[in-house]
């Protein structure tokens, strides 16, 4: 058992990784400090603006333990839920929530997507969503959480509009506002 549990009665939560288990716990290093990426204050807005509690009508915001919870119930076996880092390659090799896969939003200085046609084909290669004579079908889409670096960081909120826009259902759109500054500021495990 841990010292510093996760929340009162939780000590770890199991995570799957790449198809093999993960213990994610909070550090149990008391001199552990944050990651120095995540430690700085001034970000200059734009494009760092510090975002909305809500993001869009129907999307819910998400905390660390609503992540947790939905690394354990991908752990059990439910099939048509996903977290995903859209951060680029190079952020997701920096460290990620483990469970977590790496689909990233590649967006230019005004928050568009740089490869719409690469955003619509992970709506069919990796969301569940059909296509037939250029029309979506959401019917069986996953439920996404979805996150980037925290809670100054457009990239998920312009990755969510994006799905939005293409019609995804906001109820199948979770957003972990904080994203890995918070996930990392509360010493929980990174892969």
């Known amino acids: 058992m841990t010292d510093y549990n996760i929340c009162t009665g ?21 001199s552990a400090t944050i990651r120095a990426e995540y430690a700085v204050t001034a970000r200059k807005c734009p494009p760092y603006c510090i975002q909305p509690m809500q993001l869009a009508e129907g999307v819910e915001t998400l905390g660390e333990l609503e992540v947790l919870d939905c690394l ?12 995903v880092d859209s951060r680029t390659p190079d952020w997701y090799l920096k460290g990620t929530i ?35 004579a250029g029309i979506y079908d ?16 457009g990239q998920t909120p312009n990755y969510i509009r994006t799905l939005l826009a293409l019609g995804y ?3 199948k ?10 996930w990392c500021s509360l010493g929980l495990t990174v892969i």
């Open 138 to 153: 959401f019917s069986a889409a996953y439920t996404l959480a979805i996150f980037c670096n925290g809670p100054w960081c």
């Open 98 to 132: 483990p469970g977590a896969v790496n689909i990233p939003y590649a967006q230019d200085n005004a928050g568009q997507a740089t490869d719409l046609p690469g955003v619509k084909r992970s709506l069919l290669d990796f969301f569940g969503v059909k296509e037939s």
């Open 169 to 171: 259902p906001a109820r």
């Open 72 to 83: 354990k119930r991908i752990r059990q076996g439910e099939g048509k839920l996903m977290v």
């Open 10 to 30: 939780t000590p770890t939560v199991e995570a799957l990784h790449l198809g093999k288990p993960v213990t994610i716990q909070r550090e149990q290093n008391p």
């Open 173 to 182: 759109l979770k957003w972990y506002r904080g994203g890995m500054q918070d």
